[in-house]
């Protein structure tokens, strides 16, 4: 009686249960992580696939796909051949690429046309008189940018209507402002003369071009904003406003106020590329100078 007794099965003890929890948990964590890294492969796999139902037009699509394809998960188990056939999907959705960007820049070049603009440069790069236009299909996004300067502030979609919209509202808020050079030579002087007293120096000392541009900001102000400064009375004056007043100060050859020349120093190597000490003046689409400062000198003097 008592040896069958002590035969009988035990219950399982707490600490039995807790070991076969934790060895499930454990078991579900790899196959879960295994699940959504199959499923990261399987969700570009589709996407390529339905892309290639119309190659050129899903050209974008087909890009995104093949990029994703081409990195997967590390550890997991991949079919014989896969990375070369991923391989060869990309340099197709490449191709696909190329072809569609060269069909955007025609479409775009024919639009213009008929705005009475010419479009020069390349499918990547596209001059329109003193502005640039970059279509980026791999972004989905145009981009236009005047004096190496966003000459908009919003995303341009891939879409000629609003790439055309686009370049018109910035020729018109650049190009087309109603500018008082001999207004805007005179404040040049004034924010050049402003920095000279701060720092006690005499007129013809190079300040610099970034320091001046800040002051010039300040200087053009209304009175509303002297009196209260605020948010609501804060007349902006964006650097692409001041690359091209700067350019028609050439071209018209207003350089000089009260007996005082403008002169503008270029930047070199090691400056062009710090926004804080250089400002890019274009002087053409992509042509133009980083100046690194400005001083005024007496017409006398020379």
Known sequence: MSNKTSSASSPTSPSDASELSYGLTEARRQLAAEVKMRRDVIKPLEQAL?????????????????????QPAEGLALPKGYQATANNLRAFADAQLSELEFTFARDLRAAFKEQGIVL?????????????????????????????QPAIAKKIKLDVEQVLTAYGRARREICERKVDLNGLIAELFEAYQRLLKLSGKAIGTRVGIVECYRELVLVRQPLSFRRTPSKQSFVDYPKTHFAYDMLELRRQNKLTHEGHRLNLGTATIEVTGDSTRAIFFATGATEGQFIKDIYFVSEKAK
């Open 50 to 70: 339905r892309a290639l139902k119309n190659p050129h037009d899903n050209a974008v699509a087909l890009y995104e796909a093949s990029v994703a394809l081409q």
């Open 120 to 148: 020069t440069g390349s499918p990547a790069k596209l001059i329109a008189d003193l502005f640039v236009i970059e279509p980026d299909l791999r972004k989905k996004q145009v981009y236009i940018s005047f004096s190496r």
